[in-house]
């Protein structure tokens, strides 16, 4: 499996009336695309507004993050998706606009979206502020109800991400990143001397605006499997979820997984990256110790004697984390676990909702109850009314002056559970 990825730097979002990249910039036609996503007929109505860098916007309700990418060769991008034939991603050349993102927004689906701000102290809790947002405000028809609400902004954000990938496809400036990924056998005997680790990647698969799909396809409906990292890359798990936003995985953070990105760098010199086994969250106690069993029988036939765990979400899904480590543990995998800490807005609850002993390797990315005072914007994209409703928010969130009162997981990706974020704790 070979797979060259493209990155295409852009600076700027323009909406205009053409579609093209010209010196960095991203030039968008809103007609062109409104007619892209009123293909569907769930759609009521779709327009477009950019948010960039530094410049006095807030964003919300926020749905997913999507980071524009297509495939020139080697099948499609977000394979299964918006087709019932597939091949497999993580082959092929690959374009990937990076520094932007096209952000879904509109009436509220469910009350877990949450908050971006442009600038200020919102924007050094999130990566998401560094990019130009091209932002789509998506209406519903009024007989949609609420999860096909959620298919038809997913799939919109994603025909749109599509469809400005391929702009790239005529643009000759870009960063080339070269991925080689070989067989179990090959893997295992390339670098002998060094520990073999694998990633645990845990994906919400609860239902009720809980989902992730892979291949196009609910994780409720899948056992653990393996995978590699080139498929993840290529959009093969997309979210669907509605999780609280500070710790929720969008679809920008599956295609810029940064455990992923952070194993590859470390590949050879100081670990064997063996690969990935995905395990879908899901809700009773039966199929989380079923998935348990069939996530560490899949570690150990890929010879980790090391692995990492990523966590979505809060609260059961703790459960998960916890028992999946302590089977490694008492396999003789030595593993890490990375989890936020939910301690109550004084910092003086209970972190964690489950905890088991072998859970002795931990990184936190912080205290997501923590409350912040946000300053008013001078432009809300999207309904600012639905921060009462949003995850981390309360109807005494929006102060009489403008400000914005928010517990830190309302804010998107505030403590991103693979640890792409800014925000951390320290033992003392």
Not at 313 to 335: A, S
Not at 388 to 417: A, F, K, P, Y
Request: charged fraction near 25%; hydrophobic fraction near 35%.
């Amino acid at each position: 499996m070979n797979l060259e990825l493209r990155k295409v730097a852009i600076k700027d979002i323009q909406i205009d009336g053409e579609c093209k990249i010209e010196d960095g910039c991203l030039h968008v036609d809103p007609k062109k695309l409104e007619e892209l996503v009123l293909e569907d007929s769930r759609v009521k109505s779709v327009s477009f507004d950019v948010a960039r860098p530094g410049e006095s916007v807030r964003i919300v309700p926020v749905k997913d993050v999507i980071e524009p990418r297509a495939k020139l060769e080697g099948g499609e991008i977000f394979p299964g998706t918006f087709r019932e034939d597939m091949e497999e991603g993580g082959n092929g050349i690959t374009y990937a606009l990076s520094g932007c993102a096209v952000t879904t927004t509109g009436p509220i689906v469910g009350f877990q979206e949450g908050v971006i701000d442009m600038m200020g102290p919102g924007a050094e809790y999130t990566i998401y502020s560094q990019l130009n947002h091209l932002v789509m405000i998506i209406e519903k028809q009024d007989f949609v109800d609420q999860h096909d609400h959620e298919t038809v902004v997913r799939l919109a954000g994603l025909k749109v991400a599509r469809y400005l990938g391929t702009l790239a496809f005529e643009y000759e400036n870009y960063e080339s990143e070269q991925y080689e990924w070989k067989s179990i056998g090959e893997k295992y005997m390339e670098y002998p001397d060094l520990p073999k680790v694998v990633y645990v990647y845990n994906c919400m698969a609860q239902g009720l605006l809980h989902d992730t799909y892979f291949y196009g396809r609910d994780l409720k409906a899948l056992v653990p499997t393996m995978v590699t990292p080139l498929e993840v890359m290529d959009g093969a798990i997309v979210s669907g979820n509605c999780v609280s936003p500070g710790s929720k995985t969008t679809t920008y953070m599956h295609q810029n997984n940064a455990v992923i990105e952070e194993l590859f760098k470390i590949h050879g010199k100081e670990i064997n990256f063996m690969g990935i086994v995905i395990n879908p969250l899901m809700t009773t106690l039966k199929e989380k110790f079923r998935d348990r069993m069939l996530t560490v029988r899949q570690v150990k036939m890929l010879g980790a004697e090391g692995a990492i765990i990523s966590q979505e979400g809060f609260g059961n899904p703790t459960t998960d984390l916890m028992i999946v480590c302590q089977e490694l543990e008492n396999n003789g995998i030595k593993t890490v676990v990375i989890t936020n800490e939910d301690a109550g807005v004084d910092g003086m609850s209970e972190s964690l909702p489950d905890s088991v002993q072998e859970a002795n390797a931990i990184v936190s990315t912080g205290n997501s109850n923590a409350t912040v005072m946000l300053p008013a914007m001078d432009k809300t994209i999207g309904n600012l009314k639905e921060v009462e409703r949003v995850c981390g928010g309360n109807v005494t969130s929006i102060q009489e002056d403008g400000r914005l009162l928010l517990e830190i997981h309302g804010i998107m990706g505030s403590h991103n559970l693979q640890g792409n974020t800014k925000l951390g704790a320290v033992t003392i």
